[in-house]
């Protein structure tokens, strides 16, 4: 059994790919897209969006990472999927799933799933450039507004060459939306030779039992479900106890203090509530505490709040 961490915009950047790599035995990490539109992106870019380049393309834990990009020309992606190598990623991914409205309607992203012969473009224009032994993936959607494409998305992928396929089991249109429609999946797996990775609804290791039998998949992608419940992978991977409220609130200061010491620490306020609004799902605690925190606006109280909630589980 493979876990890959889902490349989640916005939300798993170096830091929170970091927390997760040192509490889970996940296989795999993708970076947040790359956007690529018309040049060869300098070096400072990936290195911004991905520092673990800077030690040999891994966690300071050890785990892997793979540089996702997002873009619609072919040469173009061609071009910066070498860089990504160069620079030492573990392979390169191409994003065919971003919902995004500002990405699609620069033709990127999911708007692309109604176009089968341009990923077909972009997946082979990305094979040709990057070396044989190095791993190139992409991750889709079953479609844009509807899932007529789904098999054909596929082939096209497959059929330019990609090492494996990641599966959003939704089309843009469904959104986040409940439920992931993982038959779909199990389509896909039994019609293309390569790994197929399956995604969607996953939050707690029955799901990811259920989405194995369904699929027939021995890889899952995880995304939501890893920041709401922060040692997921490791629940499923080695039957570990789901981490506590207290655990995780622990968790939660450690990254404060990662954080307030980074390079972000302005963005502290607006991280920290998003987070808090995924482990509402898993945590009522944190929604009580989440109610709290958002009617403070500076980091000051934040963390004040935060600190207070721990002092009084002692």
């Avoid at 990254?255 to 482990?279: C, H, M, N, V």
Wanted: aromatic share 8%; proline share 6%; net charge negative.
């Amino acid at each position: 059994m493979r876990i890959i961490l889902a490349p989640m915009e916005g939300v798993v950047d170096d830091l929170m790919r970091d927390i997760l790599s040192e509490i889970n035995p996940f296989d795999l990490l993708v970076t947040e897209f790359v956007r690529v539109v018309d040049q060869l992106l300098p070096e400072k870019v990936f290195h911004r969006l991905c520092p673990e380049l800077l030690n040999q393309g891994n966690t300071p834990s050890g785990t892997p990472v793979r540089v996702q990009l997002l873009g619609q020309e072919p040469g173009w992606m061609a071009e910066n999927a070498m860089r990504a190598i160069a620079l030492g990623s573990n392979g390169v991914d191409a994003n065919f799933g971003c919902p995004a409205k500002t990405v699609n309607r620069s033709k990127g992203g999911a708007v692309l799933l109604q176009y089968p012969d341009s990923i077909h473009d972009i997946v082979r224009a990305m094979r040709q450039a990057v070396p044989e032994s190095q791993p190139v993936t992409a991750k889709i959607r079953l479609g844009y507004e509807d899932k007529s494409l789904f098999m054909e998305n596929a082939l096209a992928v497959y059929e330019a060459g990609a090492s494996e396929l990641a599966i959003h089991a939704r089309s843009k249109t469904d959104g986040y939306r409940p439920p992931a429609y993982w038959e779909y999946i199990t389509e896909v797996r039994q019609r293309l030779p390569i790994p197929v990775i399956a995604n969607g609804e996953i939050w707690n290791s029955e799901d990811a039992e259920r989405c194995m039998t369904v699929t027939g998949c021995d890889s899952l992608m995880i995304g939501r479900g890893a920041i709401s419940l922060p040692n997921l992978a490791d629940t499923i991977k080695t039957g570990a106890t789901p981490y506590t409220w207290l655990q995780t609130l622990d968790l939660m200061l450690g990254y404060t203090q990662r954080e307030l010491s980074g390079r972000k620490s302005d963005y502290y306020p607006a991280r920290i509530k998003q987070w808090f609004s995924y482990l509402n799902r898993q945590y009522p605690e944190a929604d009580e505490l989440f109610r709290s925190l958002r009617v403070h606006k500076t980091t000051q109280d934040i963390v004040r709040a935060l600190e207070q909630a721990r002092l009084a589980m002692d």
